[in-house]
């Protein structure tokens, strides 16, 4: 990726176009199943559990980030799972629900040609992969490892029991043991199922400036921010209030008042900086610029941010918007998966990891209680 700031939005992508989002074409995409891109040292299944319910997460993003100085990073791609669970995520912090890897290649590598992939598509339609070029299989519902198979067919591989029962109800039974070409069209994977998040392509492009006041903006551009920023104000005005203040001391309403303060000050300066793109789902800029945070509260400390297990200290790299939520399709009637912003730091030094997917790490910020709800939300 460039320098400076870089965003990321969502875009659908039709069932002729999906080629685009497969590993040999290094894609930056929104749910699916993941497009590997090293075909050795995966995260297993346990490595993608949720650390609080323990059930497996969900693939919900990848960006395609080369670092064009190194050049065993000719390739590089980080990849980020979430669990399903909408309980999983009352804590803020690091881990539980989320997990980030990191994974990359020299040009010259085993898996991939030296030459950039053909723009052109491919002649018939790609079906979902079943295993990986160098024979690794993966799970049928999730597109992970699948060190597990079905007992009856052993074609059927599964990252674990759950998704080997989910496939069992979806239809493998009345398939599971037939031979010949009537199984390979019954038994072949959906392109998606219930526990795979929608899946869009994310392009990138460049921050721009904010408008000076003189400029000329596209009238459909400023429409868009205008709605945006009256959509915030008309929910920071519909925020609680208080009726117990007449019973507190002089000293807690004062401390409450810097407090809310600096919440609205925090709460301005993230919802000024996006209005001017408020569709954006990422920000990127590794080492370079911070993220920009949606409160006050629950902001990492150095001593939060692990280093590497090379030992190297971990860096910013990008974050994950409020935005994404609603290309999701995650609202529900009860609970929902919700956060303020997702935070990923990566090494510093982009260690090799003996050549193995490296755990990065992610932290998830909310919105304060004393601020608005995710301001975007359809």
Known sequence: ?????????????????????????????????????????????????????????????????????????????????????????????????????????????????EEPPSEEPPPLPEPVPRRLRSGAALCRVCGCLGPRACGRCRRAAYCGPEHQALDWRRGHRRSCGRDGDADATEDAEPDHNEFLFPEYEILIEPEEPEFPADSTVDPDDEKGAGDASKKLEKQEESRITSTTSDALDEETLEAMAKHETKEDKIFQTFKDRITVEPEQIIRYCRGGEGPIWVSGENIPEEKDIPNCLCGAKRVFEFQIMPQLLNHLKVDSLGESIDWGTLVVYTCAENCSAENKYAEEFIWKQDFSVDSTEFPFSS
């Open 1 to 113: 990726m460039a320098g400076g700031v870089e965003l990321g939005f969502a875009e659908a992508v039709g069932p002729g176009a999906a080629w685009r989002l497969r590993s040999a074409h290094f894609p930056s995409k929104v749910g699916g199943r993941p497009a590997w891109l090293g075909e050795t040292g995966l995260p297993g299944s346990h490595a993608l559990r949720c650390g609080r319910c323990l059930q497996p997460r969900a693939f919900l993003l990848q960006l395609y980030a080369p670092l064009p100085d190194r050049p065993d990073a000719f390739h590089r791609t980080l990849f980020v799972f979430a669990c399903r669970g909408a309980a999983c995520y009352h804590l803020p912090g690091p881990g539980g629900p989320l997990c980030a890897f990191r994974s990359q290649l020299p040009r010259r590598n085993a898996t991939y040609s």
